[in-house]
T-cell receptor, first 116, second 112 residues
Framework: ETGVTQTPRHLVMGMTNKKSLKCEQH?????MYWYKQSAKKPLELMFV???????ENNSVPSRFSPECPNSSHLFLHLHTLQPEDSALYLC???????????????FGPGTRLTVL | GENVEQHPSTLSVQEGDSAVIKCTYS??????FPWYKQELGKRPQLIID?????GEKKDQRIAVTLNKTAKHFSLHITETQPEDSAVYFC???????????FGAGTRLFVKA
């Protein structure tokens, strides 16, 4: 499969559950991102990884834990979430944007998360 | 940090008319300004971007203008079609690198 893929596409979990979101990119990029998209804050950057190192952590609660084992894979581990965490979680990738040199971000289809 | 404001939040136009969406930003050192389109139930996709060394860029019916002095940039869509209906996000690349700040989005309706 080409581009950026995400699994699962839909997830329903209770507040005491532990789950993980997976993102995979097949574009040869070396930067990956997690965004939260909700009605209140449309596209909110959560984490950025460049060359498998976390370079941005946007004041995200510790109940969200990212992991980037290699430049093609990105995970978001979830535990003890709250109902207000229900949203669409989007993964994206791009070529390394160090030094302020930006390139297009390619988004995955997202995971629709519902926390009961 | 960078702050991006986008207006209007909703825009309704008749097919064939033009649509204009405006964004302002706060950090004068910012130098990358992309626009993304998100159709209902789909992922955001880049439609056009501009860097600070140019003032205008055009791609068929879509154009973006940048005024660095006033710190604002705009998306112009001419001869709108129903398939242009979507949410459009402006964004600004933080000068420090890695962080792209998105505007709140504009929901565009093109009436046939």
């Amino acid at each position: 499969e080409t581009g950026v893929t995400q699994t699962p596409r839909h997830l329903v979990m209770g507040m005491t559950n532990k789950k993980s979101l997976k993102c995979e990119q097949h574009l040869g990029h070396n930067a990956m991102y997690w965004y939260k998209q909700s009605a209140k804050k449309p596209l909110e950057l959560m984490f950025v990884y460049s060359l498998e190192e976390r370079v941005e952590n946007n004041s995200v609660p510790s109940r969200f834990s990212p992991e980037c084992p290699n430049s093609s894979h990105l995970f978001l581990h979830l535990h003890t979430l709250q109902p207000e965490d229900s949203a669409l979680y989007l993964c994206a990738s791009s070529q390394d944007s160090s030094g302020g040199s930006y390139n297009e971000q390619f988004f995955g289809p997202g995971t629709r998360l519902t926390v009961l | 940090g960078e702050n991006v404001e986008q207006h209007p939040s909703t825009l309704s136009v008749q097919e064939g008319d033009s649509a204009v969406i405006k964004c302002t930003y706060s950090d004068s050192a910012s130098n990358y300004f992309p626009w993304y389109k998100q159709e209902l139930g789909k992922r955001p996709q880049l439609i056009i971007d501009i860097r600070s060394n140019v003032g205008e860029k055009k791609d068929q019916r879509i154009a973006v203008t940048l005024n660095k002095t006033a710190k604002h940039f705009s998306l112009h869509i001419t001869e709108t079609q129903p398939e242009d209906s979507a949410v459009y996000f402006c964004a600004v690349g933080d000068p420090g690198g890695f962080k792209t700040i998105f505007g709140a989005g504009t929901r565009l309706f093109v009436k046939a």
